[in-house]
């Protein structure tokens, strides 16, 4: 009658034990009052209206009571993300400052930044590869200690430039492999502890670490570099590295969940290997239409951060007359405003997906693409050239990104994929991520040397306009799809009925 009392509820707890048993004779009896108090206290848990029967509505409300709550655990992966991205807060303005004081010029600053994007790039499949492999726990202990390698690795450079140089690509090529690693590790565990109903919640910490690793590192490593010498905030954040890995070690158990038997092999029933698995998979999600647009809004975030140092920054030093403190400022009040608004966006995504199943998070997407293009489109177009108006103007950006795109992008991924695809589903998007940055600092680089700073920032809004376009068509026909889908299934269920 779609309910269940105590008794079917013990049939359910033994079958759920391994056994199907219809008799209670066959079992011991003190095993059957086990099974007795058990179900009863299942039903007990369930029953709101005190019948001694589970309806379905009262079944599906304890489900969702249970899926609701974000885990205790998402504490130390905050804690192990948030030094991760305070140190690459802190390389900000220190590093130019040590790799300038070795006598390196501007464009082997550059080679030495770009050093940590390309290690993350050729380290985000293996790291997911291993994460799958060996687990999560040990990506959060070997991620900060091969990060703690590279931090230490710049404090102990040698003052010779030739040899300084090689050091430093070196230092920030590890400090790349220690990010993917720990980003990875970070990424799935969250991912493991998460529900539909609280994932945007579950998968906030990420996005608030990096919000606070960067809003906090630039002036704690400017002030340790200033009062004790450019060496010693990288001896700092190593340091703090190391305990992150303690940390992990020490208080995170593992969440990645045991191969059933015959999982991880191919067609012809010989075990895949982990390139072969990783290249089935990223066949298998290219060829989702969800997918590709959620990897182009990817690679479009990453293309605009890229490009500030090339564009935003240069405009406003040299059109607008700030200073490097006050380009800091800006930035900071970006960040401040983003902080502000991602814990009430998650919520708010959370409970848009979960009072009506129909609800799609890409909903939410496309607009703060559309919003964040528009807002960057009038700083290129100089509608207000002031200091002001174009300071509001980038935090309004910044805000449509934090309010709509950012507290959506992950969980929609994870939703679009199934549990075996997820780690490579967060390697592909964190390569479409790095590759963004990489190409947006070079290609708007050029454009700006070549045709002009406000042209530059055009395209940029361009570039986002085009993909909140591509990402609503493509996302479209993801919908339409699934909606076929679910009306053959409905018209083999009458046929059958």
Same mark, same amino acid.
């Given at each position: 009658?779609?309910?269940?009392?105590?008794?079917?509820?013990?049939?359910?707890?033994?079958?759920?034990?391994g056994?199907?048993?219809?008799?209670?004779?066959?079992?011991?009896e003190?095993n059957?009052?086990?099974l007795r108090?058990?179900?009863?206290?299942?039903?007990?848990?369930?029953?709101?209206?005190?019948?001694?029967?589970?309806?379905?509505?009262e079944?599906?409300?304890?489900?969702?009571?249970?899926?609701?709550p974000?885990?205790?655990?998402?504490?130390?992966?905050?804690?192990?993300?948030?030094?991760?991205?305070?140190?690459?807060?802190?390389?900000?303005?220190?590093?130019?400052?040590?790799a300038?004081?070795?006598?390196?010029? !501007? @464009?082997?600053l550059?080679?030495i #930044? =770009?050093?940590? %994007? /390309? &290690?993350?790039?050729?380290?985000?499949?293996?790291a997911?590869?291993?994460?799958?492999?060996?687990?999560?726990?040990?990506?959060?202990?070997?991620?900060?200690?091969?990060?703690?390698?590279g931090?230490?690795?710049?404090?102990?450079?040698?003052?010779d430039?030739?040899?300084a140089?090689a050091?430093?690509?070196?230092?920030?090529?590890?400090?790349?492999?220690?990010?993917?690693?720990?980003?990875?590790?970070?990424?799935?565990?969250?991912?493991?502890?998460?529900?539909?109903?609280?994932?945007?919640?579950?998968?906030?910490?990420?996005?608030?670490?990096?919000?606070?690793?960067?809003?906090?590192?630039?002036?704690?490593?400017?002030?340790?570099?200033?009062?004790?010498?450019?060496?010693?905030?990288?001896?700092? !954040? @190593?340091?703090?590295?190391?305990? #992150? =890995?303690a940390? %992990? /070690? &020490?208080?995170?158990?593992?969440?990645?969940?045991?191969?059933?038997?015959g999982?991880?092999?191919?067609?012809?029933?010989?075990?895949?290997?982990?390139?072969?698995?990783?290249?089935?998979?990223?066949?298998?999600?290219?060829?989702?239409?969800?997918?590709?647009?959620?990897?182009?809004?990817?690679?479009?975030?990453?293309?605009?951060?890229?490009?500030?140092?090339?564009?935003?920054?240069?405009?406003?030093?040299?059109?607008?007359?700030?200073?490097?403190?006050?380009?800091?400022?800006?930035?900071?009040?970006?960040?401040?405003?983003?902080?502000?608004?991602?814990?009430?966006?998650?919520?708010?995504?959370?409970?848009?997906?979960s009072?009506?199943?129909?609800n799609c998070?890409?909903?939410?997407?496309?607009?703060?693409?559309?919003?964040?293009?528009?807002?960057?489109?009038?700083?290129?177009?100089?509608?207000?050239?002031?200091?002001?108006?174009?300071?509001?103007?980038?935090?309004?950006?910044?805000?449509?990104?934090?309010?709509?795109?950012?507290?959506?992008?992950?969980?929609?991924?994870?939703?679009?994929?199934?549990?075996?695809?997820?780690?490579?589903?967060?390697?592909?998007?964190?390569?479409?991520?790095?590759?963004?940055?990489?190409?947006?600092?070079?290609?708007?680089?050029?454009?700006?040397?070549?045709?002009?700073?406000?042209?530059?920032?055009?395209?940029?809004?361009?570039?986002?306009?085009l993909?909140?376009?591509?990402?609503v068509?493509?996302?479209?026909?993801?919908?339409?799809?699934?909606?076929?889908?679910?009306?053959?299934?409905?018209?083999?269920?009458?046929?059958?009925?």
């Open positions: 009658d779609g309910s269940i009392c105590a008794k079917e509820a013990i049939q359910l707890v033994k079958d759920a034990d056994h199907l048993i219809r008799d209670e004779g066959n079992i011991s003190k059957c009052a086990e108090a058990s179900a009863e206290a299942i039903v007990r848990s369930m029953d709101a209206n005190g019948d001694n029967r589970v309806e379905w509505s079944f599906k409300a304890a489900v969702d009571r249970a899926a609701t974000v885990s205790d655990r998402v504490y130390p992966i905050s804690g192990t993300m948030l030094i991760n991205f305070t140190g690459q807060g802190v390389m900000v303005p220190v590093l130019p400052f040590l300038r004081g070795v006598g390196l010029s !501007t @464009s082997e550059g080679m #930044t =770009a050093s940590a %994007a /390309l &290690a993350r790039i050729a380290s985000n499949v293996p997911a590869l291993a994460a799958e492999r060996f687990g999560r726990r040990p990506m959060l202990v070997s991620g900060p200690v091969v990060g703690a390698l931090m230490a690795g710049f404090a102990l450079a040698p003052t430039p030739h040899l140089f050091s430093f690509c070196a230092s920030n090529a590890l400090c790349g492999v220690g990010s993917a690693m720990t980003m990875a590790g970070s990424g799935l565990y969250l991912t493991d502890i998460s529900t539909p109903l609280n994932r945007a919640r579950t998968m906030a910490p990420l996005t608030m670490a990096a919000l606070a690793g960067f809003m906090v590192g630039p002036p704690v490593g400017g002030f340790i570099a200033d009062a004790y010498g450019l060496q010693v905030p990288f001896y700092v !954040t @190593s340091g703090a590295l190391l305990l #992150t =890995a940390s %992990a /070690l &020490a208080f995170l158990p593992e969440t990645m969940r045991r191969r059933r038997k999982e991880g092999k191919s067609a012809d029933n010989k075990p895949a290997t982990a390139a072969e698995s990783a290249v089935r998979q990223w066949r298998t999600m290219l060829k989702k239409s969800d997918i590709q647009g959620i990897s182009a809004v990817a690679f479009v975030n990453g293309a605009v951060q890229g490009s500030y140092a090339v564009t935003t920054i240069i405009y406003v030093s040299e059109t607008l007359g700030f200073s490097t403190s006050q380009a800091g400022m800006m930035f900071t009040a970006s960040v401040l405003a983003m902080a502000a608004v991602t814990k009430p966006a998650t919520d708010f995504s959370d409970r848009y997906v009072v009506n199943p129909s998070r890409s909903s939410l997407i496309a607009p703060g693409l559309g919003i964040a293009a528009a807002a960057t489109a009038m700083r290129g177009l100089e509608v207000f050239p002031s200091a002001l108006p174009f300071t509001a103007l980038f935090v309004a950006s910044h805000l449509a990104n934090a309010l709509l795109v950012m507290p959506n992008m992950t969980p929609f991924l994870v939703d679009s994929t199934t549990e075996k695809q997820r780690a490579q589903a967060l390697a592909m998007r964190n390569m479409a991520q790095d590759t963004g940055v990489l190409s947006g600092a070079v290609i708007l680089g050029a454009v700006s040397q070549g045709v002009g700073v406000p042209e530059a920032i055009l395209c940029s809004a361009g570039v986002q306009a993909a909140a376009i591509f990402f068509a493509r996302t479209s026909e993801g919908r339409q799809k699934k909606g076929l889908l679910e009306r053959e299934k409905e018209c083999v269920t009458k046929k059958r009925k």
